[in-house]
């Protein structure tokens, strides 16, 4: 069937149905109100687009059903004021222009569809139709209203998809299991909130077929208006680091036994207000874990502490609360060294260049196991009595093994510390030995 090029200045269905192969509007005003309307597929390559053009002007009232894409070249396409018209869409959604979504629906009801375009779309309410479907992004997108996963895949790839509705239900998940959010590189789901509910995020990955869905929620602790955002990272590799970007499991600070080596999240807010930070696992295909460790400092894996499992179903959430944003984004599973409160090791390497040394391992410092406990000083001694390191005096609490500016010989040491429990109270002071080699 030939395209429709349609002159008139107004054209309004009002009732039934009308069907076509192929809908093109060249610049004229068209109304669907309270009507079907139905571009079907058929045997040529643009069969079933409805494609809006030449500055025309879409607005639907009632049901749209297109069969191929949707596109809207260089007009306005919109729900018809504050109605709730419906698009319902087999292909790609193409916006070049201008939608205004208004109460509007948009169904994407094929099978894999992608949401593309030059121009970011904002939709009203956004329904990702049919089981085991990928609906991706090649641009940013936002959504107003309600997002909505039916046992299907939402790929936001490098980009993000902001839900910009504050409500923590402005999110419906139908399939535990399979029904998921997923980014690559600095792609994330956002979430806007101003309630102190818990705003969850339905993040996983699909690896060749096989599902790992792992939620994070941020529940806010106060009403106020914040924005966070996630995105969940599926380490191919075997147990070399904890993700594909690079984060090694061995860098991590002493009182880390482990780290899950299959996942972690990227998670941020836009401002540091304080929210309890909750990771979903199951222990029985990931591990046991019983902190949450985020990638800081030197750079290395450090333990949040103080978090606690919460055996939910159909997964556990670790949770912290208290929780703020530092600007460091990786967050990752850890089960902490279990034993005493602190200790302080008997030897170190300053200046090693021995991959197989962890990075820990080449200072001398409080081995703060469950990070109960406040290093107060920390003097280090040589054996003609001088002190070669002072935290207090020299403003760090690690001892790299340098005095003025030059490494100490290898051989033993003597070491006094004050340690204090959070609560303030003070252990007896400490001393002891330790050995510098190299």
């Not at 698009?87 to 222009?97: E, F, L, Q």
């Not at 949401?115 to 939709?123: A, E, S, Y």
């Not at 208006?225 to 499991?249: K, M, P, V, W």
């Not at 040589?382 to 005095?403: I, L, M």
């Amino acid at each position: 069937m030939k395209k429709q090029f349609l002159p008139l200045t107004l054209f309004i269905l009002t009732c039934g149905t009308l069907s076509a192969q192929t809908f093109y509007n060249n610049g004229a005003q068209i109304g669907v109100v309270g009507a079907q309307m139905i571009v079907k597929t058929g045997s040529g390559a643009n069969d079933g687009t409805l494609e809006n053009a030449g500055s025309g002007l879409f607005s639907n009232k009632g049901e749209v059903h297109i069969e191929g894409s949707f596109v809207n070249t260089n007009g306005i396409a919109d729900g018809y004021s504050s109605n709730a018209g419906q698009y319902i869409v087999s292909k790609d959604w193409v916006n070049n222009a201008t939608f205004n979504a208004d109460q509007s629906k948009v169904f994407l009801h094929g099978g894999n569809q992608l949401i593309t375009g030059n121009n970011p779309t904002t939709f009203f309410d956004l329904i990702c139709e049919t089981p085991s479907t990928t609906k991706k992004q090649t641009l940013d997108a936002n959504v107003d209203g309600t997002l909505t996963l039916n046992n299907n895949e939402l790929a936001t790839d490098g980009y993000r998809m902001t839900v910009l509705n504050p409500s923590s239900a402005a999110i419906v998940v139908n399939g535990v299991n399979d029904a998921f959010v997923s980014s690559t590189g600095v792609g994330k789901l956002v979430r806007k909130t101003n309630s102190t509910d818990e705003y969850l995020f339905p993040l996983g990955w699909n690896n060749s077929g096989l599902i790992l869905k792992r939620e994070v929620s941020f529940t806010p602790n106060d009403a106020s208006n914040h924005s966070y955002e996630a995105r969940f990272a599926f380490n191919t590799l075997s147990t070399t680091t904890t993700t594909d970007d690079g984060y090694a499991i061995a860098t991590k600070e002493a009182n880390i036994q482990s780290g899950n080596d299959k996942f972690y999240h990227l998670l941020r807010s836009a401002d540091n207000t304080p929210a309890s930070l909750a990771i979903f696992y199951d222990p029985n295909n990931d591990g046991q874990w019983s902190s949450i460790a985020r990638w800081q400092g030197p750079p290395q894996w450090e333990d949040l502490a103080n978090a606690n499992g919460n055996a939910t179903s159909p997964r556990v959430r670790m949770i912290r609360n208290g929780w703020t944003d530092n600007g460091n984004q990786p967050h990752a599973l850890i089960k902490p060294v279990e034993g005493d409160d602190f200790a302080f090791p008997n030897v170190f390497a300053p200046g090693s260049t021995d991959p197989s040394i962890p990075a820990e391992n080449r200072y001398f410092t409080i081995v703060n196991n469950l990070k109960k406990v406040v290093l107060d000083e920390l003097m280090v001694f040589n054996r003609w009595g001088e002190v070669v390191f002072s935290s207090k005096r020299d403003g760090t609490d690690k001892w790299d093994g340098y005095y003025q500016g030059k490494l100490q010989q290898q051989g033993n040491y003597t070491f006094i510390a004050k340690v204090k429990k959070l609560n303030g109270e003070s252990y007896a002071p400490i001393s002891g030995n330790l050995a510098l080699v190299w």
